[in-house]
């Protein structure tokens, strides 16, 4: 946080990141509240809502700030895009994971944009919340929110009056969350973000839309799907898995935690090749994985990746471990920066606070990572017998159209 000890270096920085967004504010006035707005976000404010933002900013009453979130004339869409090239400058790099996920904001009443009973994974029951469905820049260094997108209801979205009330954008119809997620990730990968892998849970990777636009975009991924998801002339993942023998499932870490590295079983095997070709090889290749808990191996969780030939496995691995970096990124983003902490209800001002706030948490991502830096239950079919199998030290998927195909070597 901001306190009265942050050094000259700290507020030149800022000073920086508020030069490179001023421009999408047209007066001095805006950009003099803004700079005051994402100061009083980063700043020691117990609950930041209107007034005690206002307060810390120095202002009498919070009309200022609300008028910046509601009534004054900017694209929080721009800005999204200033902050984009920001964390692509401070934090880019080439191997880096875009995540997607959403989260939940309980609000009580009916005229916030979006609101509704529905299912929030953030409180883990049904409450009366918004949802929003964000993407995440995660590398070796630290970790950004960079995209939003607010989660309407048909509720809402077959209701164009109250759309109008809440000041709801008329081309925006609906969109399931893995639709808002896809334009997310295309924005992504158009921005000057460098991004080699895409990652979520099984609400996106059981979406084959979702999947095919990564592999038409060249771009790898490890997304987790559901016990039931189906693999081509194998059934169901889980059911492929568990004709896997007791010697393919390896331990291996995803990546460390709270409590250190995070290691689970995991087993592997290399799916039927696919039509990405350079010359008569294969340019990348699909996978499907699981992860079993070492201490409750009833606990199994089911991926599907594309990665480019030649990826192994404990690099999958890894990368299915950084889907837990958005949480963090939620959970930073709510405690220090007040991302959940807003007394808007219309569409625009949900926008804007949940950009800045983002903003406000990519600085603190950026100073971070620059300190660090510096030291500071359905039946098999009777004819599906097991394809998994073992020839000169690797597992084969056995195909029942073709001959095997060679997976990953066991060490």
């Given at each position: 946080m901001i306190d009265d000890l942050a050094d000259a270096t700290w507020d030149r920085e800022l000073?920086?990141?508020?030069?490179?967004?001023?421009?999408?504010?047209?007066?001095?006035?805006?950009?003099?509240?803004?700079?005051?707005?994402?100061?009083?976000?980063?700043?020691?404010?117990?609950?930041?809502?209107?007034?005690?933002?206002?307060?810390?900013?120095?202002?009498?009453?919070?009309?200022?700030?609300?008028?910046?979130?509601?009534?004054?004339?900017?694209?929080?869409?721009?800005?999204?895009?200033?902050?984009?090239?920001?964390?692509?400058?401070?934090?880019?790099?080439?191997?880096?994971?875009?995540?997607?996920?959403?989260?939940?904001?309980?609000?009580?009443?009916?005229?916030?944009?979006g609101v509704q009973r529905q299912y929030s994974g953030t409180a883990g029951r049904t409450e009366n919340c918004q949802i929003g469905v964000f993407a995440a820049?995660?590398?070796?260094?630290?970790?950004?929110?960079?995209?939003?997108?607010?989660?309407?209801?048909?509720?809402?979205?077959?209701?164009?009056?109250?759309?109008?009330?809440?000041?709801?954008?008329?081309?925006?119809?609906?969109?399931?969350?893995?639709?808002?997620?896809?334009?997310?990730?295309?924005?992504?990968?158009?921005?000057?973000?460098?991004?080699?892998?895409?990652?979520?849970?099984?609400?996106?990777?059981?979406?084959?839309?979702?999947?095919?636009?990564?592999?038409?975009?060249?771009?790898?991924?490890?997304?987790?799907?559901?016990?039931?998801?189906?693999?081509?002339?194998?059934?169901?993942?889980?059911?492929?898995?568990?004709?896997?023998?007791?010697?393919?499932?390896?331990?291996?870490?995803?990546?460390?935690?709270?409590?250190?590295?995070?290691v689970y079983h995991w087993a592997a095997v290399q799916l039927s090749a696919i039509e990405d070709f350079d010359g008569e090889r294969p340019t990348h290749q699909r996978w499907a994985l699981a992860r079993r808990s070492i201490n409750r191996p009833d606990q199994i969780?089911?991926?599907?990746?594309?990665?480019?030939?030649?990826?192994?496995?404990?690099?999958?691995v890894r990368v299915a471990g950084r889907r837990w970096a958005i949480e963090e990124c939620f959970q930073a983003a709510k405690n220090e920066c007040g991302l959940d902490q807003y007394e808007v209800r219309g569409y625009v001002g949900w926008m804007r606070h949940i950009t800045l706030a983002m903003l406000a948490h990519a600085f603190l991502s950026a100073t971070a990572a620059q300190a660090a830096a510096k030291g500071d239950a359905e039946t098999v079919p009777s004819w599906f017998r097991s394809p998994w199998q073992k020839s000169a030290g690797s597992w084969q998927l056995a195909s029942h159209t073709g001959p095997a195909r060679h997976v990953a070597s066991m060490r």
């Open positions: 000073d920086d990141l508020f030069l490179r967004i001023g421009h999408r504010f047209g007066r001095a006035d805006l950009r003099r509240r803004m700079r005051d707005y994402v100061r009083a976000l980063l700043g020691p404010v117990g609950r930041k809502n209107g007034w005690q933002l206002a307060e810390y900013a120095g202002h009498r009453t919070p009309d200022g700030l609300q008028r910046l979130l509601n009534g004054a004339t900017w694209n929080a869409d721009d800005v999204r895009d200033d902050l984009q090239a920001y964390v692509a400058d401070q934090l880019g790099e080439a191997d880096a994971v875009l995540i997607l996920d959403d989260t939940g904001f309980i609000k009580k009443g009916t005229t916030s944009a820049y995660a590398t070796t260094r630290a970790r950004a929110l960079v995209d939003r997108e607010l989660y309407l209801p048909k509720s809402w979205t077959e209701d164009r009056g109250r759309c109008r009330a809440a000041k709801i954008p008329d081309e925006r119809g609906f969109a399931t969350k893995p639709e808002l997620a896809r334009v997310m990730v295309l924005r992504a990968l158009a921005s000057p973000l460098p991004i080699a892998w895409v990652t979520a849970d099984a609400a996106y990777g059981q979406e084959w839309r979702f999947r095919r636009m990564l592999e038409e975009a060249a771009v790898g991924y490890v997304l987790a799907v559901p016990k039931s998801q189906p693999v081509p002339r194998f059934g169901r993942i889980d059911h492929l898995f568990s004709q896997a023998p007791h010697e393919a499932w390896e331990r291996r870490s995803c990546g460390d935690g709270a409590k250190g590295p995070r969780a089911y991926y599907f990746a594309y990665a480019p030939a030649g990826t192994d496995v404990d690099r999958l």
